[in-house]
């Protein structure tokens, strides 16, 4: 499978620990965002790179959270101290910019988080 | 935030029937698209329109845009049981370099066999 994927599935974690999701994109994307979704609701933008920099993060992401992407590849999105309100799936996209733009992105399955 | 709402926030309808769901945002737009999302998985691409485009098709999906109303519309045809799921719009805003995408609230469709 060629498609964006996401680990882990799903994540429950006690409030106050530290946790650390993976989005693997298609191989030659070179944006990948984050988004957030809560129930019930449609995803919100998070953040998003080219290639390895980071270009643009959204106000949803307090200094509690941090994301990279080493070598413009793989990218890790830590959340440390969790709150409840951090309960929420958390969807990775990726998209090729440059010569022939499509604008499609292409969503991994998510990984949902559960902060008791 | 949300760029707009989407409306109506579910539909239920039968097999066969046509479905139809509007969206409507808030600020200018390079485009437009549709997703789907079964429950509890990622979003699937569905269709996108460019904001100089009033219609598009493509299969049992037909998108229109109104940019002076700021709204949108997706029509799915011959619907079908596997076309249950929550069908989101998505803006990319004019003049946003990122390309990222204001998506609405949704609205969850429920085919009946």
């Known amino acids: 499978d060629t498609g964006v994927s996401q680990n882990p599935r799903h994540k429950i974690t006690k409030r106050g620990q530290n946790v650390t999701f993976r989005c693997d994109p298609i191989?030659?994307?070179?944006?990948l965002y984050w988004y957030r979704q809560t129930l019930g609701q449609g995803p919100e933008f998070l953040t998003y790179?080219?290639?390895?920099?980071?270009?643009?993060k959204s106000r949803l992401l307090s200094d509690r959270f941090s994301a990279e992407r080493p070598k413009g590849s793989f990218s890790t999105l830590e959340i440390q101290r969790t709150e409840q309100g951090d309960s929420a799936m958390y969807l990775c996209?990726?998209?090729?910019?440059?010569?022939?733009?499509?604008?499609?992105?292409?969503f991994g399955p998510g990984t949902r988080l559960t902060v008791t | 935030s949300q760029q707009g709402e989407e409306d109506p926030q579910a539909l239920s309808i039968q097999e066969g029937e046509n479905a139809t769901m509007n969206c409507s945002y808030k600020?200018?737009?390079?485009?437009l698209q549709w997703y789907r999302q079964n429950s509890g998985r990622g979003l699937v691409h569905l269709i996108l329109?460019?904001?100089?485009?009033r219609e598009k098709h493509s299969g049992r999906l037909r998108v229109t845009l109104d940019t002076s109303k700021k709204s949108s519309s997706l029509l799915i045809t011959a619907s079908r049981a596997a076309d249950t799921a929550s069908y989101f719009c998505?803006?990319?805003?004019?003049?946003?370099?990122?390309?990222?995408?204001?998506f609405g609230s949704g609205t969850r469709l429920l085919v009946r066999p």
């Open positions: 996209a990726s998209s090729l910019v440059g010569t022939s733009e499509s604008r499609e992105q292409y």
């Open positions: 191989s030659e994307h070179n944006r």
């Open positions: 790179f080219q290639n390895e920099a980071q270009l643009e």
């Open positions: 600020t200018s737009i390079n485009n």
């Open positions: 329109i460019r904001s100089n485009e």
């Open positions: 998505a803006t990319e805003a004019r003049m946003d370099s990122s390309y990222k995408l204001i």
